[in-house]
């Protein structure tokens, strides 16, 4: 594997097309031979509310909620579940097709430790940069093959770099989840690094991202979670994360902090 050229973080707005664009680095998902991005930047929540609906409230319960983007790895995810089995953690795999294809039974697997599974696009674009026939058929082609993979279809979609428009929003017609806290995973590469970045920036009822296709993301987990449960954290699912009230047509960055 070719190592990536990292780029530097960048977060801009372009109110004409009225989407948010969070770009960003990687290193390390490689789909039909192209290396794409795995993991963008985290959002900030009021900066960047571009003519989306933004409410935030308070919440003292220490909620958190693990996502991990850019499988299923037929090797690293499987490792996970394990550990995840471990430590009794639930969490969201954002799947990108075209490993789903590849791997059908690890994303069968991922069900069966009673995790969920999210839409995370065919194979990683930009989908605010693309047509909307274009967007549609990432998001349709992936539930198609999560669907036959594990006879269910994805509750939730999160775009590859949090980048989506108003338009996709309401066309896809599902919650759209992204995230307040964000690993760092790609960029460090490094386990002890990974864990103490997560556990500096988690705070109140945080979505955290991170990523089931490097090991080092992997083996930073049961550090997280033993830090995490030190400081009084509890893992939840986004479900109860969101006390079952995630709702069709909303961005979800955190607990209290959603966007139409």
Do not use: C
Not at 115 to 121: F, L, V
Request: aromatic share 10%; proline share 5%.
């Amino acid at each position: 594997m070719k190592k990536s050229m990292m780029l530097h973080s960048n977060l801009f707005k372009n109110v004409n097309r009225g989407f948010i664009m969070v770009a960003a680095v990687s290193g390390g998902l490689f789909l039909g031979g192209q290396q794409q991005a795995s993991a963008a930047t985290t959002p900030a929540p009021v900066e960047i509310n571009q003519g989306f609906a933004h409410t935030t409230v308070g919440n003292t319960k220490k909620y958190v909620s693990l996502t991990f983007d850019d499988g299923p790895s037929p090797t690293l995810t499987p490792r996970l579940l394990k550990i995840l089995k471990k430590y009794n953690v639930p969490a969201t795999f954002f799947e990108v097709g075209y490993n789903v294809k590849a791997h059908p039974a690890t994303s069968r697997l991922v069900l069966k430790y009673g995790h969920t599974i999210g839409n995370h696009s065919w194979n990683h674009p930009d989908l605010a940069g693309m047509s909307m026939r274009s967007a549609k058929s990432q998001i349709s082609r992936t539930d198609k093959v999560i669907y036959k993979a594990t006879k269910t279809k994805p509750k939730y979609i999160r775009p590859p770099y949090g980048s989506i428009t108003h338009a996709e929003i309401k066309a896809f017609n599902r919650p759209i989840i992204q995230w307040n806290v964000d690993s760092l995973d790609w960029s460090y590469l490094n386990a002890a690094r990974t864990a103490n970045h997560v556990v500096a920036t988690t705070h109140g009822r945080s979505i955290i991202l991170m990523h089931d296709i490097h090991a080092t993301s992997v083996a930073a987990v049961p550090s997280i979670i033993k830090r995490l449960r030190a400081k009084g954290y509890v893992f939840v699912s986004l479900d109860k994360q969101f006390n079952g009230n995630l709702k069709h047509g909303y961005q979800y960055f955190g607990y209290g902090d959603y966007r139409k």
